[in-house]
């Protein structure tokens, strides 16, 4: 099995027999900083829990929308 290492610019795996990064196509020549790669992929996986997170928020604020249109309807039936 090959050694494989991370692309510093891209994050990605890599085989260590390539010279280039296949998925960015930067040099891989410059050994690769591993907290340098780490914080990249860790940048990554925030931006995407953030996304996700922004979804839920969307996902909730319908819910509340709805829930309020329940309420004003509910209140609308009640107060007459
Ligand atoms: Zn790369």
Redesign the pocket.
């Known amino acids: 099995m090959d050694e494989v290492k991370f692309?510093?610019?891209?994050?990605?795996l890599?085989s260590s027999t390539y010279s280039y990064?296949p998925?960015?196509?930067?040099s891989l020549e410059n050994k690769s900083n591993i907290s340098d790669v780490l914080n990249h992929s860790l940048d990554k996986i925030e931006k995407i829990q953030l996304e996700d997170r922004l979804l839920e928020l969307e996902k909730l604020e319908s819910c509340l929308d709805h829930l309020e249109e329940e309420i004003d309807a509910f209140l609308a039936k009640s107060s007459t």
């Not at 692309?7 to 990605?12: A, H, N, P, Q």
């Not at 998925?23 to 930067?26: P, R, S």
């Open positions: 692309c510093s610019y891209c994050g990605k890599t990064c998925w960015c196509g930067k």
